[in-house]
């Protein structure tokens, strides 16, 4: 079983804190506390602001956004 350590003061800073700008699924992963391959499974939902800009390939994200839309869930 692949539990999660809870979500204290610690690991909420770790996984907020860094650039605002996120480019590529790694960097975005990091900033949610998830898998490359969650990330990539979110980044199909329309609710969460993950975008891939046409013709680029990769994924964009704001910290902002996902912090955003993380208090929400």
């Not at 800073?13 to 969650?38: F, H, N």
């Not at 499974?41 to 891939?52: E, G, N, S, T, W």
Request: glycine letters at 6%; charged letters at 25%.
């Amino acid at each position: 079983m692949n539990r999660k350590p809870p979500l204290d003061p610690w690991r909420f800073d770790a996984i907020t804190s860094g650039p605002e700008r996120l480019w590529g699924l790694s960097p975005i992963a990091s900033a949610l506390g998830v898998s490359v391959d969650t990330a990539r499974k979110l980044a199909k939902r329309d609710d969460v602001p993950i975008y891939q800009p046409p013709g680029s390939g990769r994924y964009f994200a704001t910290r902002t956004e996902l912090n955003e839309w993380m208090r929400t869930k």
